[in-house]
């Protein structure tokens, strides 16, 4: 496994080279090709995608348009892919490629020096989330949420990325006070809030109609700390070509119950998602066994992966990081710092 982690490290580092010098119309023309092949092939894939668009638009489209929203999805997919390949020339240029709107309610906050939450999804342009801080230049500093990747390799690309473009990655594990110590730092915090949360971890709120475990941390670090929070969309014009949209802060309602408030922001962020999917379905990830889990305790498992062998013994070698594995090499860089 090791050799297999170094070895995908190693040609995403190829790639990512190669795409500073590739050019875009032919690379989003290929990703549209192969998004399409995908569709086509990947029929475990297609039928998650089409179950969801069932379960969340069934009642207001026809089979005909699920099939159209399923096949754009999965081709919204490998054109992200194409954008973050060529994301060093989209950033250089920044200004060609984003249509900002509503820059002025993260201005307000920048000269009030009040730190805050950037929340979206796997949406549009959704693997350039640094976009947020280009015509921030005074952005006092910007880290992104985000679960672990198992490849520590991987993981240690990704973070070397974001430190490219001014960022930090933070883990979903244990980060609750450093979270909080940015905020006050006047620091923009990043993380996308469609997919599921563990039991464990997470609260019933409503998306699309039906019940979904959706991450509570966010939520109840908002309203404990009074944290705005900003609603955050690169909606796509176009391959590699985005309408940002930022804001307005997402409002809720406080109770003197804690349970309740953070039931409250999870929903109201969740409905605040499922607003923005309905504007564009076609680029939302329909691919994401979004209510997988059940407030009974139950799980629906018909599209669940089985579980590979050897996780553990490649854990202890350091091949297969976990989310608690990831937490502890975080706090072990920060001591050292």
């Not at 090791?2 to 995403?12: E, Q, R, T």
């Not at 990704?158 to 609750?176: Q, V, Y």
């Not at 066994?289 to 498992?301: A, C, E």
Request: glycine share 8%; with cysteine.
């Amino acid at each position: 496994m090791k050799a297999v982690n170094y070895f995908a490290s190693l040609l995403s580092k190829i790639v990512l080279t190669i795409g500073r010098w590739l050019p875009m119309g032919p690379t989003f023309r290929l990703m549209r090709l192969l998004g399409g092949l995908a569709w086509r092939v990947s029929q475990k894939r297609r039928a998650l995608m089409l179950y969801n668009l069932e379960l969340a638009l069934g009642g207001e489209t026809t089979a005909e348009e699920r099939e159209r929203i399923g096949r754009e999805s999965m081709i919204n997919v490998f054109i992200s892919v194409g954008e973050c390949l060529h994301m060093y020339k989209i950033y250089d240029r920044w200004e060609r490629h984003f249509q900002f709107e509503g820059k002025e309610w993260v201005r307000q906050l920048i000269d009030r020096k009040q730190g805050f939450f950037a929340f979206g999804g796997h949406f549009g342009g959704w693997m350039l989330p640094g976009a947020i801080m280009l015509p921030f230049p005074d952005l006092p500093g910007a880290a992104m949420v985000a679960r672990p990747l198992r490849n520590p390799y991987m993981q240690e690309l990704l973070e070397h990325m974001a430190k490219d473009f001014g960022g930090r990655l933070l883990t979903t594990r244990g980060t609750g006070q450093e979270i909080v110590a940015a905020a006050e730092r006047g620091e923009m915090i990043g993380l996308y809030m469609d997919q599921e949360s563990r039991r464990d971890q997470g609260i019933f709120v409503k998306f699309f109609g039906r019940e979904a475990s959706s991450h509570v941390v966010p939520g109840h670090l908002v309203w404990k700390h009074d944290i705005p929070l900003i609603p955050y969309w690169l909606v796509r014009l176009e391959p590699g070509r985005y309408r940002v949209t930022l804001g307005p802060p997402v409002e809720y309602e406080l109770t003197d119950d804690p349970e309740e408030n953070n039931r409250r922001v999870t929903q109201a962020m969740a409905s605040e998602v499922e607003r923005i999917i309905r504007l564009h379905p076609e680029q939302w990830l329909w691919a994401h066994n979004r209510w997988r889990r059940r407030p009974d305790g139950t799980k629906d498992t018909r599209f669940e992966k089985k579980k590979k062998r050897g996780r553990k013994q490649a854990r202890r070698k350091g091949n297969y990081l976990s989310s608690v594995d990831q937490a502890k090499r975080a706090a072990e860089r920060q001591e050292k710092k």
